[in-house]
């Protein structure tokens, strides 16, 4: 059985800044976190992450669920019904 953290597909894209359109609806940039390595989009600072102030926030269950921020591909969401699983994660 996969675990949760083995379901992410690393596409990094929950690490790129966020915009809010007037009817709340998030969108993804083009700007990249500080820490994400674009090219492997991992994390240069995975373990320290929540310690940084980048405002990482853990995904768990409960906190996807609310997470309107993530992409509708995430593998995440889609795991958590959220998503429409059929969105590129590139
Ligand atoms: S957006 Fe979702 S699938 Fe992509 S790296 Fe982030 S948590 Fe993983």
Not at 40 to 61: A, I, T
Request: hydrophobic share 25%; glycine share 8%.
């Amino acid at each position: 059985m996969i675990t949760w953290e083995e379901s992410c597909h690393r596409c990094g894209l929950c690490c790129f800044e966020k915009s809010v359109d007037p009817k709340g609806r998030f969108f993804t940039t083009k700007t990249p976190c500080r820490h994400l390595d674009i090219i492997s989009r991992e994390c240069r600072v995975y373990d320290k992450r929540l310690e940084v102030g980048e405002g990482c926030v853990k995904l768990n269950p409960e906190v996807v669920r609310n997470a309107d921020w993530l992409p509708e591909g995430c593998a995440y969401r889609t795991i958590s019904g959220r998503g429409t699983g059929d969105e590129e994660c590139d």
